[in-house]
């Protein structure tokens, strides 16, 4: 592993049940970053499962089951879910695992040598639902503030653990100020400066009315949150100067739903402060998925099955829909028409029927060899558009990079119907059409290579029609040069088209489609 690997987490996921299709959007959006960053190097992309806590041994209870073996018998199905997404994780932490476990105790104890965590008593509120303490006064009705929750809290009163949180508060501010980027987008930053502005208590970090947790010396478990929260560093063997530490932390890019910013921007770093340690570079609250309105989420029920979705439509095209439809910091439905529409519409007539034409047009002409490259108007047009794509993907603007990428789609599917290729076969105008068809072979080659971090399995297939072997994993400063497709290359027209379209079909038809 390099020096300059870029880190990329996603939250660790409550194993209270199943995967849904917001867990999904988050784990492809760190996906498609980590493989964006192996184009330019190397990426470390860690995801995992957040298994203690009262919410996890609460369902596992309702299911007849210790809470250990609940999780064990969930963990394939979320691994599963990267796998037929095509998420590559480098690492799925579990926090029930020995290596996990062994360091939060460490951390803990070095926490105590400081100063930074104390005894004290704690009596107030706690939300089982948000696995957060909030302050009398911060109830609504008595129940709890959080608009998604509103449920019942219970009031506990123990000796407790607590984190000198507050004592953090001004080296956070200044943090804060001196990285604008550290928690994006703007509309968090400006919700956790309030936030810190407003004061902060130092945090309870111990449960002594629950067991299923990691146990701490002289009794209780920890606060799942700084249980959770710790994943992030001892995956990377932490507490043992691990070589993974040394060259990872601090990460690049930590995505997080923005339910939950406050945790990683405020708790989080106060915490890597308190050991000494570096906060991560950037911290992206992205958007929430919803249906009709609401987040979606397992507690309300309204959920999409991932599982389901894929069958129907395969991962390429949900991996295009979820980035493509809304900027990554903002809310957005999810809705199966709106993904048949871009599966049909962006996909199948725009970049598919480039890729169709373009190749049997290669195939008649030309006998399926491309031409040698000349002066070219598209390429002159585009030789800044790796650059823009860059500019985009480091401010996490997914969107902003496909629409992008789809100018060039967009321009290369006009030159098709502008300059008539079939016309200037005809008229036995040879240079102009070879013109044409080396742009169009070589448009395609580039849309490989900068589609495959969006659509791995898709910008492979089409690289591959191009005469090349493997995935299209390559650095874009050398290869995304205009003319590097070689002239002599044999293309290998595609028996199917890239995206058969899609009616709304039921689904056992639909899955065939897909496939
Ligand atoms: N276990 C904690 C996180 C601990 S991280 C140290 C947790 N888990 S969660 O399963 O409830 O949610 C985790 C993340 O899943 C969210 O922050 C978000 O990234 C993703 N999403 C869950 N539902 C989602 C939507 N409806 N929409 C978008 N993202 C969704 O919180």
Not at 115 to 143: H, P, Q, S
Not at 365 to 385: E, N, Q
Request: proline share 6%; hydrophobic share 40%.
């Amino acid at each position: 592993m390099s020096q300059s690997a870029f880190f990329v987490t996603t939250p660790i996921y409550y194993i209270s049940g199943n995967p849904h299709m917001g867990h999904a959007y988050t784990s492809i959006a760190a996906d498609v970053l980590a493989r964006y960053h192996r184009t330019r190097g190397t990426s470390y992309f860690l995801t995992g499962t957040d298994e203690h806590g009262q919410k996890v041994a609460q369902a596992a209870a309702a299911a007849g089951m210790a809470p250990k073996a609940w999780t064990d018998s969930l963990v394939p199905r979320w691994q599963e879910l990267c796998a037929r997404y095509d998420v590559r994780y480098d690492d799925f932490i579990r926090t029930t695992e020995p290596r996990h476990i062994d360091q939060v105790v460490e951390v803990f104890e070095r926490l105590k040598a400081t100063g930074d965590v104390y005894l004290g008593t704690y009596e107030g509120w706690y939300c089982t639902n948000d696995e957060t303490f909030w302050l009398e006064a911060k109830l609504i009705d008595g129940r709890c503030p959080n608009p998604e929750c509103g449920r019942e809290v219970q009031w506990l009163s123990e000796q407790n653990w607590f984190f000198a949180l507050s004592k953090y508060r001004d080296r956070l501010l200044s943090y804060f100020r001196e990285n604008p980027n550290f928690v994006r987008p703007e509309r968090s930053y400006n919700e956790m400066v309030a936030t810190l502005e407003g004061g902060l208590d130092d945090l309870c970090i111990s449960r002594t009315n629950l067991d299923w947790g990691v146990p701490l010396p002289g009794g209780g478990v920890m606060y799942v949150w700084l249980d959770a929260l710790l994943n992030y560093i001892t995956a990377l063997d932490y507490t043992h100067d691990g070589e993974k530490f040394r060259t990872l932390w601090p990460a690049n890019v930590q995505l997080v739903g923005k339910e939950i910013a406050r945790f990683h921007t405020i708790i989080w770093p106060a915490v890597l402060f308190a050991l000494g340690l570096p906060a991560p570079e950037m911290v992206f609250a992205h958007g929430w998925m919803t249906l009709e309105g609401e987040k979606m989420s397992k507690s309300r029920g309204n959920v999409v099955d991932p599982f389901e979705m894929v069958d129907r439509f395969g991962a390429d095209t949900l991996r295009y829909f979820l980035l493509r439809e809304a900027p990554f910091g903002s809310d957005f439905s999810f809705g199966e028409e709106k993904v048949r529409l871009r599966r049909n519409g962006d996909l199948g007539n725009d970049l598919g029927n480039l890729a169709r034409r373009s190749l049997a047009m290669l195939v008649k002409y030309r006998d399926g060899v491309v031409p040698a490259p000349a002066p070219s108007a598209t390429g002159a047009a585009f030789a800044t558009l790796p650059a823009r794509v860059h500019e985009a993907m480091t401010t996490l603007g997914f969107r902003d990079a496909l629409e992008a990428i789809w100018e060039l789609v967009a321009a290369l599917n006009r030159l098709i119907d502008e300059k008539r290729p079939w016309d200037l076969h005809k008229h036995g105008a040879r240079e102009e059409l070879d013109a044409v068809l080396y742009d169009v072979c070589e448009g395609l080659r580039w849309l490989a290579i900068m589609l495959w971090p969006f659509m791995p399995t898709k910008a492979t297939e089409l690289y591959g029609t191009l005469g090349f072997v493997g995935e299209p994993l390559v650095a874009w400063n050398d290869a995304l040069r205009w003319g590097g497709l070689a002239a002599g290359t044999h293309v290998a027209p595609a028996e199917l088209p890239l995206f058969p379209r899609m009616d709304a079909e039921p689904a056992a038809t639909a899955a065939i489609a897909a496939s």
